[in-house]
């Protein structure tokens, strides 16, 4: 089946820093990626919607100047969390979509001090 | 609008024991129904999935689930638990665009 991956799966950094998350599809195409974040014993929430070559779509209430995506290609879609703070500490999921079917990565989880 | 409500974040069950995960749905139009699995340090696996035709749907490692329009339910079962069941389960909503994920459950199988 396909695989996507995630890079790092975890990653600790101080406040005001910014950190970078790759999502890659290791063996399809794929021109849409989502991210999601899911914060301790609550549900997926959709952050964006990423497309190949364009700008991410951003959902209600996602500041897109500080959650960064970037999709330059079929098979890598990034995203930065700039200047973090605690209270972005939060689990990560990225996911590709092939053929009408839904492909997620392990997550990423993010621990800002 | 939609929205997706899993009734227990925590289940536990014995092994050889029935499996019943519930899910209860809200969409504004006809919607798909799936439920995914996830396993520590890995992404979501779909098990099954409702989009039309057959309210009863088999997935993988013999679950299923039965799609309730009247109840607007989507509840996962397993007839017989094993040990690698133990896992956190998602029940989700489509409008064929966004996806919108429930809390999950957590299912513990007691040996």
């Known amino acids: 089946g396909a695989v996507v991956s995630q890079h790092p799966s975890w990653v600790i950094c101080k406040s005001g820093t910014s950190v970078k998350i790759e999502c890659r599809s290791l063996?399809?195409?794929?021109?849409?990626m989502f991210w999601y974040r899911q914060f301790p014993k609550q549900s997926l929430m959709l952050m964006a919607t990423?497309?190949?070559?364009?700008?991410?779509?951003?959902e209600q209430g996602v500041e897109k100047d500080k959650f960064l995506i970037n999709h330059a290609s079929l098979t890598l879609s990034t995203l930065t969390v700039t200047s973090a703070h605690p209270e972005d500490s939060s689990f990560y999921i990225c996911?590709?979509?092939?053929?009408?079917?839904?492909?997620f990565g392990p997550g990423t989880r993010l621990t800002v001090l | 609008a939609q929205s997706v409500t899993q009734l227990g974040s925590h289940v536990s069950v014995s092994e050889g024991a029935l499996v019943l995960l519930r899910c209860n749905y809200s969409?504004?139009?006809?919607?798909?129904l799936f439920w995914y699995v996830q396993y520590p340090n890995q992404g979501l696996q779909l098990l099954l999935k409702?989009?039309?035709?057959?309210?009863l749907v088999k997935g993988i490692n013999g679950f299923e689930a039965e799609f309730k329009k009247s109840e607007t339910s989507f509840h996962l079962t397993k007839p017989s638990a094993h040990m690698s069941d133990a896992a956190e389960y998602f029940c989700?909503?489509?409008?064929?665009?966004?996806?919108?994920f429930g809390t999950g459950t957590r299912l513990t199988i007691i040996p």
């Open positions: 996911s590709a979509r092939r053929e009408g079917r839904r492909f």
């Open positions: 063996d399809f195409q794929a021109t849409t």
């Open positions: 990423s497309n190949e070559g364009s700008k991410a779509t951003y």
């Open positions: 969409s504004s139009v006809p919607p798909y």
């Open positions: 409702y989009t039309t035709g057959a309210t």
């Open positions: 989700a909503v489509s409008d064929g665009e966004k996806l919108t």
